[in-house]
């Protein structure tokens, strides 16, 4: 049985404090402990028969404790969810605060929560964006080639970051910088660079590479947050259609089967497209 309470905490987080009774922790020691029995071999004795007690003298109760939490804390993290109703967008950030024997533990869990985005008047700023890529019509130009000039999606994405407003947690906003770095880490590595002589090439601190990371990855989940946004608000939707007509385009049925395989991620990305036309339509 758990128990849990959450706060509420600034930039869309929330920290849920969670009470694991002993007993149920102590029903997870003791079943790990008797498969570390089962698999037990000490001379003069066959494999999984030696007596508990002697077992349980050479053991390192330590070890045993590390397989419980690794058991026990997701699944009191799960309840905790379902008991506060809430629909976390990152991995949870654990800290054990007691887990002593004979006693309740308990643990907190910060997580990101969906933020909360405020659109403004997004249409009217895309509306005029098109205004300014209409050349103007003179005489003695060729009129076929007056046609207006959609704008394109970079010019799109900076008009609904500068518009919109999205507080993120900063939970979100460092796992996507520390993927980023992951990212150049590889990189740098295939061309048999260390990112020390990466930033040397480039004349950056590794303070001012954190800093474009962070921008970079506030920006990058700014506005895939918007473009979700806008859709909902829209009706933006896909259909089994939209899908079957995009899988259908690959040449090899082995393509075909691994894009079914995708069909979540291929929905997301054929509604992001569908909101970018959308835009361009008003």
Do not use: C
């Not at 698999?39 to 077992?55: T, V």
């Not at 130009?141 to 007056?146: A, L, N, R, V």
């Not at 069909?263 to 054929?270: D, P, T, V």
């Amino acid at each position: 049985m758990i128990t849990s309470t959450i706060e509420n905490l600034p930039k869309a987080t929330a920290q849920i404090t969670i009470t694991i009774i002993w007993e149920e922790v102590k029903e997870s020691y003791q079943k790990i402990f008797n498969r570390v029995v089962n698999d037990s071999e000490i001379a003069g004795f066959r494999k999984g028969k030696a007596p508990k007690k002697l077992i349980e003298d050479k053991i390192d109760k330590t070890k045993i404790y590390e397989e419980v939490v690794k058991e026990i804390i997701p699944n009191a993290y799960g309840k905790a969810v379902q008991e506060q109703k809430i629909r976390p967008v990152s991995s949870p950030k654990i800290e054990v605060i007691k887990a002593k024997e004979n006693e309740n533990w308990v643990i907190k869990a910060t997580v990101a929560l969906k933020p909360t985005v405020k659109l403004k008047n997004y249409k009217e700023k895309i509306k005029e964006l098109k205004q300014s890529k209409t050349k103007i019509w003179t005489p003695g130009s060729d009129p076929k080639k007056e046609e207006e000039k959609k704008p394109t999606v970079d010019e799109i994405v900076r008009v609904l970051l500068a518009e919109a407003e999205v507080e993120l947690s900063e939970i979100l906003v460092t796992d996507e910088a520390n993927r980023l770095l992951t990212g150049l880490i590889d990189q740098t590595q295939k061309l048999g660079m260390t990112v020390e002589q990466y930033l040397l090439a480039k004349g950056k601190t590794t303070e001012q590479l954190r800093a474009e990371y962070a921008l970079q990855a506030s920006n990058n989940l700014k506005i895939e947050f918007i473009i979700n946004e806008i859709a909902e608000t829209e009706k933006i939707t896909v259909t089994q259609e939209d899908l079957d007509k995009l899988i259908s385009k690959a040449e090899k049925p082995e393509e075909r089967e691994n894009l079914k395989k995708e069909s979540y991620y291929l929905a997301h990305l054929i509604r992001q497209q569908k909101t970018f036309d959308f835009l361009n339509s008003l």
